[in-house]
């Protein structure tokens, strides 16, 4: 079952912060987060493993609260280069039926 | 070193043709993952292989669509009879194996057409 992202879109201006949520109604052993430029393959940002530990890459980390099947992306100090569209993917309990979420587009203005 | 490249990176047919579509993964990726996004959606999963085998085909969208991978390696993903619904682009990655701490890396992707 698809992971619900929200928010569906978010416009910035450089310096400021987001944050997009992934949850899921199933219990989750990992989840994946992914960012993908327009017209281009999505790239790997990091895996979060069942345990609730939080990761950090640059500006960019994100936490994995297994109780709430549920994992936030937080982006510090935003910069243009991170604008595109990020997605999680979830896997089970039994670490298999990865799927990503819709994608959460995200705009960083000048 | 070389990253997943995928052959060919556009392709526009007519409906009702056949289509092969080609992923080369990364050397020594057990896993092979397929994905298909349409225009401005997600990322919608395909099929996915540990090795030669397929364990899950659960996201294949009709019996038009079969894949398959020889040699650990190279995986093909056929369409037959081409609809102008399968229009999308065709992304394929890799990983060391599948699920838990594996991350996968993404070919730039087929780009189809069908007319």
């Known amino acids: 079952q698809q992971p619900v992202q929200s928010p569906q879109a978010v416009i910035l201006r450089e310096g400021e912060d987001a944050v997009i949520n992934c949850s899921s109604s199933?219990?989750?052993?990992?989840v994946h987060w992914y960012r993908q430029k327009h017209g281009e393959a999505p790239v790997f940002l990091m895996i979060?493993?069942?345990?609730?530990e939080q990761k950090g890459h640059e500006k960019i980390s994100a936490s994995f609260n297994e109780k709430k099947q549920q994992s936030s992306l937080y982006l510090t100090a935003s910069q243009l280069s991170y604008s595109g569209t990020y997605f999680c993917g979830t896997e089970d309990n039994y670490g298999q039926n990865f799927v990503f979420g819709p994608g959460t587009r995200l705009s960083v203005l000048p | 070193g070389a990253g997943v490249s995928q052959s060919p990176s556009n392709k526009v047919t007519e409906k009702g043709k056949d289509v092969e579509l080609r992923c080369d993964p990364i050397?020594?990726?057990?896993?092979l993952y397929w994905y298909r996004q349409s225009l401005g959606q997600g990322l919608e999963f395909l099929i996915y292989f540990q090795g030669n085998s397929a364990p899950d085909k659960s996201g294949l969208p009709s019996d038009r669509f079969s894949a398959e991978r020889t040699g650990g390696s190279v995986s093909t993903l056929t369409i037959q009879r081409t609809q102008q619904e399968d229009s999308a682009v065709y992304l394929c990655?890799?990983?060391?194996?599948?699920?838990?701490?594996?991350?996968?890396?993404f070919g730039p992707g087929t780009r189809l057409t069908v007319t």
């Open positions: 199933k219990a989750l052993y990992s």
């Open positions: 990655a890799s990983s060391l194996d599948t699920g838990l701490s594996y991350e996968q890396y």
């Open positions: 979060l493993l069942k345990g609730g």
């Open positions: 050397s020594g990726h057990t896993a």
